[in-house]
């Protein structure tokens, strides 16, 4: 992951209600949830939920998948794995404290 891909995906996730999206869909698994599904767990509009869905998309952090009518979001793990690597490894050298963190 480059800088620009990071800053853009730290970015999409400095907001409470995309964090709690990202944590709804990595709790829903593979299969993901629907739009209304999502809206209504946080309880959020249609529209702002949108918006939301949108920069995530952008950012590499969530994934939709067309099923009929339907569109079901998942959380996309590999690019929120790449983003916390970049961290990890690119921005704190892998400092051996900070490592011991991520795994308790």
Do not use: W
């Not at 998948?65 to 998942?74: D, H, K, L, M, Q």
Request: proline share 1%; hydrophobic share 45%.
């Amino acid at each position: 992951m480059d800088e620009s891909l990071a800053l853009n995906a730290l970015s999409a996730l400095a907001h409470q209600t995309r964090l709690a999206l990202v944590r709804l869909l990595v709790d829903a698994g593979a299969d993901g949830i629907t739009q209304g599904e999502i809206a209504r767990a946080l309880d959020i509009s249609a529209s702002r939920l949108a918006f939301h869905l949108s920069l995530l998309e952008q950012a590499g952090l969530v994934r939709a998948r067309r099923e009929s009518r339907n569109v079901f979001y998942t959380a996309n793990l590999q690019g929120i794995g790449a983003l916390l690597s970049y961290v990890l490894n690119d921005c704190c050298k892998a400092h051996p404290e900070i490592s011991r963190c991520c795994r308790s």
